[in-house]
């Protein structure tokens, strides 16, 4: 989106919180504005610095709300074992980047009902708070941004928050893929109809109307002035060009997954991949895996064939020399969820998955936690292409 790289702000429990070039543009732009209002507020003088410190916090709001918005996402996601690698702020919002896609549809909408929830709890805070702060009049004149409310800064800028809040939580349960909305219909369609395929291209149709409604209405308004002005009819185009583009995407990235939708891990999966018994000493498994084979990892398992995690050499060579004897490599391994997926999910649903990507290859394990195999990136490739050739 946009190009570009991103700019690292923090980590949240090991999620990277990133913001896009864009995102600089639309704070200064809320910052901006935000300042006008407050000094037309406050009555400041020019030398003032109140309504330009009022605007800084209120952006910080503004971004604090998207941000709690997708740490929603996030949080939901995790708990049903979906990792998630970033979450990055930009012009038009945030995004949390899953490292695969729900496996089911109550997944899917726990997950995309997760980040509206949230926003809802804080328009609920800032309103309840704002109106026992002052007066429903005066909460809902500074909301509207009306600048003779005579309210506080303080509560001007509660308001303000409250009503943006309350703006992103309808504008995101609008059902236009890919937006939360989007995401809970599509929930639905796969919930109704069994097909995940099906009901991506559902939503992602719905997205598409929805995107080319909010470009003509954008148009009208930039043209005319109408409701939002000049400057929101842009605005709102470049959001529907955005949905509009992001939605086929999705429904052209189904056409694809479509065709191996029939096929499961199992059946392309390497169902004899080199394991590491999980009781052995850390100077074995580099001497007798790492120094043979020359592999960046090797799966783990235990006497019962489970799956332990992955051995990376890197950790294995962090191992102090004197303590690699007596070190078990079960001691070491890394045991994260989105390394392994079920043997009997569907091919498709690995297209979008990031840790395939990054790893090149994914664990399948059976419904008992035994490894069944490896899928690597190749054989997802070469069975697509396989099911193009056929068709």
Do not use: C
Not at 60 to 83: K, N, P, Q, V, Y
Not at 187 to 196: F, M, S, Y
Not at 213 to 239: E, K, P, Q, R, S
């Amino acid at each position: 989106m946009f190009g570009g790289g991103s700019i690292t702000l923090f980590h949240v429990r090991g999620i990277r919180i990133a913001v896009d070039w864009s995102w600089f543009l639309i704070l200064f732009l809320v910052i901006f504005w935000m300042s006008n209002f407050y000094s037309e507020l406050l009555g400041s003088s020019a030398g003032s610095t109140t309504p330009f410190i009022l605007a800084v916090a209120s952006a910080a709001g503004f971004f604090g709300s998207i941000l709690l918005h997708e740490l929603g996402h996030a949080w939901a996601a995790t708990r049903d074992g979906i990792g998630i690698s970033s979450i990055q702020l930009w012009i038009f919002g945030g995004m949390a980047r899953m490292d695969r896609e729900a496996d089911s549809p109550g997944v899917e909408a726990r997950v995309a009902l997760a980040g509206p929830a949230v926003t809802f709890a804080i328009f609920a805070a800032l309103t309840i708070g704002g109106v026992l702060a002052g007066s429903w009049h005066d909460f809902r004149e500074s909301a509207l941004v009306e600048t003779s409310s005579g309210s506080s800064g303080v509560l001007a800028m509660v308001a303000w928050l409250g009503s943006i809040n309350l703006l992103l939580l309808v504008f995101n349960l609008l059902p236009a893929f890919p937006m939360d909305g989007g995401r809970v219909a599509r929930a639905i369609a796969w919930k109704w109809t069994g097909d995940r395929n099906a009901a991506t291209k559902f939503a992602a149709d719905l997205g598409r109307i929805f995107g080319w409604i909010f470009i003509a209405a954008g148009a009208y308004m930039a043209l005319t002035g109408a409701i939002l002005g000049t400057f929101g009819g842009i605005w709102l185009a470049l959001v529907g060009m955005v949905i509009n583009g992001s939605a086929r995407g999705a429904s052209l990235q189904t056409q694809v997954g479509s065709s191996i939708h029939s096929i499961s891990v199992a059946d392309v999966m390497d169902r004899q991949p080199v394991t590491i018994p999980g009781e052995i000493s850390v100077e074995q498994a580099l001497d007798e895996y790492f120094l043979r084979y020359r592999w960046p990892w090797f799966p783990v398992v235990d006497a019962a064939h489970r799956f332990l995690g992955l051995l990376n050499r890197e950790a294995a060579d962090e191992v102090p020399e004197v303590s690699r004897t007596v070190s078990r490599v079960s001691e070491i391994v890394d045991a994260d969820r989105s390394l392994f997926i079920r043997d009997d999910t569907p091919l498709d649903s690995l297209l979008s998955n990031q840790n395939l990507r990054r790893l090149g290859a994914l664990m399948a394990v059976d419904a008992d936690g035994r490894l069944s195999g490896v899928i690597t990136v190749e054989q997802v490739g070469r069975a697509l292409r396989d099911a193009q050739t056929r068709a």
